[in-house]
């Protein structure tokens, strides 16, 4: 058996989805009250990020999205299932002018 310390970089990638999941799930609540850039500011706040890559997963018509994409120092992949709203979203990334940092 090793004696390796734990380290975020050995959990496979179901782990981090799960962790990623359970992180914003106190958020949906907040969300109904909050603006996309007060709950995107939070969010990334309390996550003590700094930046790198977020991927929003369920990220509907894209106003959070773009709002975690505006902070900068990050680059924003929102993922959805419905096409109608991922439309919505890519008009909103162009409308903002974050295409590139934000898809």
């Known amino acids: 058996m090793s004696n390796r310390r734990f380290n975020i970089r050995h ?9 990623a999941v359970i992180f914003l799930i106190p958020y949906s609540a907040a969300a109904a009250d909050a603006s996309p850039g ?3 500011g939070k969010i990334r706040d309390d996550a003590g990020f700094t930046g790198g890559l977020i991927v929003h997963l369920g990220c509907g018509d894209g106003r959070l999205t773009t709002a975690l994409g505006a902070g900068g120092g990050c680059l924003v992949q929102g993922l959805d299932a419905d096409e109608a709203t991922i439309q919505a979203a890519r008009s909103l ?4 002018g974050l295409n590139g940092l934000v898809s």
């Open 38 to 40: 007060d709950l995107a």
């Open 93 to 96: 990334i162009r409308s903002q």
């Open 11 to 19: 959990l496979g990638a179901t782990t981090v989805f799960l962790y």
